[in-house]
């Protein structure tokens, strides 16, 4: 039997490495930075209204800058939801660019960010921080969904191959769908909205993955599972170096097929979520699906083209949608 660290690390950045469950994933994480996986057990006085109002402000500020179609979505969210909800989306942000965009230890950093995030009380003033424990405690969020989050993110430091799509599909649970689990401690939800959550979850990173194939390569990573690349003749190497013939658009046509039944299959879970929810959920789902239909109309290229939305696209899209969320 492999050992802990085999399974998760490989022997190199093209070995295909086995996910661990979440709490294994975070302990290999503070075993490699010899880093107490818990801190700030002492009572921390409240921050003042006026710090807290600031830092979710500060956290409007990441999302309007990082992610113009989901800044767009939760303004049709109600003004409580919506601080919430774009607190949490910016506390993924950061905690998501503390690994890409680290320019020392990626491990150590991430690992230390993941003990501020799981202590009890904010120990630094660093808004997003504030804001995502503000929000955390007033909706008091799963510990476990939490670690979830977070163990997808470490997975990007030890995993750069994913051999089969249930690997893949774990990977996109955590990292999209536990957000949308958590989205609805705050939006709330019926019964049974859950597996909803978790295939729009997927299909919003599939999105991602789909759109991102060039970038990441350039990373070094592939995750367009092994099996997958099989399946149509391709290795990994193939896409490191950018290969982009029938082959390759067989692929990605393949994917993104995929990727619009999973969009399909989790409307329904919008009219399981309260009235005042349910259109800024669908706009988001439905818009960032968009980006589909513009890497279809690229042939394809994700290594040369970047599929977006412009705002005029966005808006275009939303009497559609509205008018479907009319009929819940």
């Given at each position: 039997m492999k050992s802990l660290s085999s399974l998760a690390l490989g022997t190199g950045a093209s070995s295909?490495?086995?996910?661990l469950p979440a709490e294994e994933q975070l302990a290999l994480l503070f075993h490699l930075t010899e880093l107490p996986p818990q801190v700030g057990f002492d009572e921390h006085p409240p921050q003042p209204p006026q710090r807290i109002a600031e830092a979710y402000r500060r956290c409007e500020e990441i999302i309007r800058e990082s992610s113009k179609s989901f800044f767009l979505s939760t303004q049709f969210l109600p003004a409580k939801k919506r601080r919430a909800v774009r607190a949490f989306y910016a506390f993924c942000r950061v905690t998501d660019d503390t690994?890409?965009?680290?320019?020392?230890?990626?491990?150590?950093?991430?690992?230390?960010?993941?003990?501020?995030?799981r202590a009890a009380h904010p120990l630094t003033d660093d808004p997003v921080l504030l804001a995502w424990h503000d929000t955390r405690k007033i909706y008091n969020l799963p510990a476990a969904l939490v670690d979830e989050l977070l163990a997808g993110m470490a997975m990007d430091?030890?995993?750069?191959?994913?051999?089969?799509?249930?690997?893949?599909?774990?990977?996109?649970y955590r990292v999209a769908s536990v957000v949308g689990l958590l989205s609805m401690g705050v939006t709330g939800a019926a019964p049974g909205a859950a597996p909803y959550a978790i295939k729009i979850g997927v299909a919003l990173q599939m999105t991602n993955i789909l759109r991102d194939v060039g970038e990441d390569a350039r990373r070094g990573r592939v995750y367009l599972p092994q099996e997958d690349l099989e399946r149509f003749g391709l290795t990994a190497d193939d896409i490191l170096?950018?290969?982009y013939d029938e082959r390759f658009r067989s692929l990605m046509r393949f994917e993104v097929e995929r990727t619009y039944r999973l969009y399909n299959e989790s409307w329904p879970g919008v009219g399981l979520l309260p009235p005042d929810s349910r259109f800024g959920v669908a706009a988001a789902a439905r818009v960032y699906q968009g980006i589909l239909d513009n890497l279809v109309a690229n042939d394809y290229d994700s290594y040369t083209k970047r599929a977006y939305l412009t705002l005029r696209e966005k808006l275009v899209r939303l009497p559609r949608i509205w008018l479907d969320v009319q009929k819940f």
């Open positions: 295909i490495s086995q996910p690994v890409d965009q680290a320019t020392g230890d990626a491990t150590r950093a991430l690992a230390e960010w993941v003990q501020q995030a430091l030890t995993i750069h191959r994913y051999a089969t799509f249930t690997d893949l599909w774990l990977y996109c170096n950018h290969v």
